[in-house]
């Protein structure tokens, strides 16, 4: 009797996989980081990653009320890194990870490089340092970039050779 209990038990019990596969998925998801802010380490899963992408669209949307700031000047992705205390690589990362957040990330560049433009225009930033970095905001400027330095290229190199004048003494 006790040989038919044992071989009940192996028949009956069968694995369950679906935990572990569930297991799994929620243990990638469930990584950690480290805020330079708080100097600690923090969980990240996708939610948070989307809350995330909502937040920095928030602030970069606030900039436009400028009673708000305080003196306050939101001009790039990295004041804003800084300011929640995560590093530029571990932004891609999550990029390459959540759809929603990279999304989020370039509609709020496209904000930024808006204000720039903007202020640029008004005489409120110097025209040839927003000049510089713009292209990383507006990716119209960075196809313009690529077009002048190619037509620059093309001109210097076919079109015109550079003639060399040299006087010599005579002996």
């Avoid at 992408?53 to 000047?73: I, P, Q, S």
């Amino acid at each position: 009797m006790k040989k038919e209990a044992v071989k009940k038990k192996k028949i009956t019990s069968k694995p369950n996989t679906t935990k572990k596969k569930a297991a799994k998925k929620r243990a990638r998801w469930q990584d950690e980081y480290f805020d330079f802010g708080f100097m600690c380490l923090k969980p990240v899963n996708e939610s948070f990653l989307e809350r995330l992408g909502e937040e920095f669209v928030e602030w970069c949307a606030e900039t436009r009320d400028k009673k708000k700031l305080k003196g306050e000047r939101r001009l790039s992705l990295e004041c804003w890194l800084e300011q929640k205390g995560i590093s530029d690589s571990t932004l891609d990362d999550w990029r390459k990870r959540s759809g929603r957040l990279n999304e989020s990330i370039k509609f709020g560049k496209m904000i930024i490089g808006n204000r720039l433009e903007e202020g640029m225009m008004h005489r409120e930033y110097p025209e040839r340092s927003v000049m510089f970095t713009l292209h990383n905001y507006l990716k119209r400027y960075d196809k313009n970039n690529r077009y002048h330095a190619d037509l620059k290229n093309s001109n210097d190199t076919t079109a015109n050779p550079t003639i060399f004048n040299v006087l010599m003494k005579k002996i």
